[in-house]
């Protein structure tokens, strides 16, 4: 996300924001997206970023939420702001982690969105080697929905025995689907490695 009005808004119906690194023109949105979610949504946004910019953020937060005051509802928006913080080779489930923010309950699933986080070249580490800017890969995973073949003609009383006998009636096989992937402001020998 740029720090553009025109990205902001574009991102405007995004539960999930996947942040590169925090140059100006991809970061600075962050407040006014999140308030602009709050007035159009009434909705929390999770930002992904990577770990590196972490602290910085957490004292932008603050400082913004002082700065917020005098709103109908001062700092509640940039309260509710979620920074995830990513280093390379993480994989994270984004379906769970929006159920997880929402507290709708903490069930699980192996299946949904997935993000995977690779390095590239743009920034250098901070000097605790965390990175400071990340490109992503955005993933979905499914199984095959309905019975395996060999079960499709048996009745529901049959299938209702296999099943309290804890059968596998569906295939556990995950499919992966890939989305889209970004990689921010890197340069060739980010990719080339
Ligand atoms: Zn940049």
């Known amino acids: 996300m740029g720090g553009t009005v025109a990205a902001c808004t574009t991102a405007l119906t995004s539960n999930v924001v996947?942040?590169?690194?925090?140059?100006?023109?991809?970061?600075m949105a962050i407040f006014s997206h999140a308030r602009a979610r709050e007035i159009a949504y009434n909705k929390p946004?999770?930002?992904?970023?990577?770990?590196?910019?972490?602290?910085?953020?957490?004292?932008?937060?603050?400082?913004?939420?002082?700065?917020?005051?005098?709103?109908?509802?001062?700092?509640?928006?940039?309260?509710?702001?979620?920074?995830v913080p990513c280093d390379v080779n993480d994989e994270i489930n984004v379906t769970n982690l929006v159920?997880?923010?929402?507290?709708?309950?903490?069930?699980?699933?192996?299946?949904?969105?997935?993000?995977?986080?690779?390095?590239?070249?743009?920034?250098?580490?901070?000097?605790?080697?965390?990175?400071?800017?990340l490109g992503y890969v955005v993933s979905t995973r499914s199984r095959t929905p309905g019975l395996l073949p060999q079960y499709k003609s048996l009745s529901k009383t049959e299938i209702k025995a296999l099943r309290t006998n804890n059968v596998p009636l569906t295939n556990p096989a995950l499919h992966s689907h890939a989305l889209v992937a970004y990689s921010g402001d890197t340069c060739a020998t980010g990719l080339i490695r």
């Open 99 to 133: 159920k997880k923010n929402k507290s709708k309950g903490s069930n699980e699933s192996d299946e949904g969105v997935f993000v995977q986080c690779f390095p590239v070249k743009h920034i250098d580490n901070d000097s605790l080697g965390r990175p400071l800017s």
């Open 45 to 83: 946004t999770t930002y992904l970023v990577p770990s590196g910019a972490i602290d910085a953020l957490t004292r932008m937060k603050d400082i913004v939420k002082e700065l917020d005051r005098g709103n109908d509802k001062p700092g509640e928006a940039i309260d509710a702001i979620v920074f």
């Open 18 to 27: 996947l942040i590169t690194h925090c140059h100006t023109d991809h970061a």
